[in-house]
């Protein structure tokens, strides 16, 4: 599996953006997906998972109720709107493949990160 993560940018604080991770080689209803991002400085984190199907959802304390990871698999892509952005969300996210009830820890795949800067 090939994931490209995509859509992020500069926003001021209390801002929105729509990131993307685009797959090709397999069928990413196969797995589980995950979001993870890493500031300057600090180790990476995860964010935000959802499984094979969509049903399942999971989110770190700091996110919830802000973000929304969601997936399209007719489009191998899934995503992740990111609401009521702080300038503490700022890192470079990415997208990983692996299952679903371990994602934040066990991942198989990873895809390039895209850069995320919220000023305050």
């Known amino acids: 599996v090939q994931l490209q993560a995509s859509g992020g940018g500069l926003v001021q604080a209390g801002g929105s953006l729509r990131l993307s991770c685009a797959a090709s080689g397999r069928i990413l209803s196969s797995y589980g997906m995950g979001w993870f991002r890493q500031a300057p400085g600090k180790e990476r984190e995860f964010v935000a998972g959802?499984?094979?199907?969509?049903?399942?959802?999971s989110y770190a304390d700091s996110v919830k109720g802000r973000f929304t990871t969601s997936r399209d698999n007719a489009k191998n892509t899934v995503y992740l709107q990111l609401n009521s952005l702080k300038p503490e969300d700022t890192a470079v996210y990415s997208c990983a493949a692996g299952p679903y009830t371990t994602i934040a820890t066990n991942t198989h795949y990873w895809g390039q990160g895209t850069q995320v800067t919220v000023s305050s």
């Open positions: 959802i499984s094979g199907g969509g049903g399942s959802t």
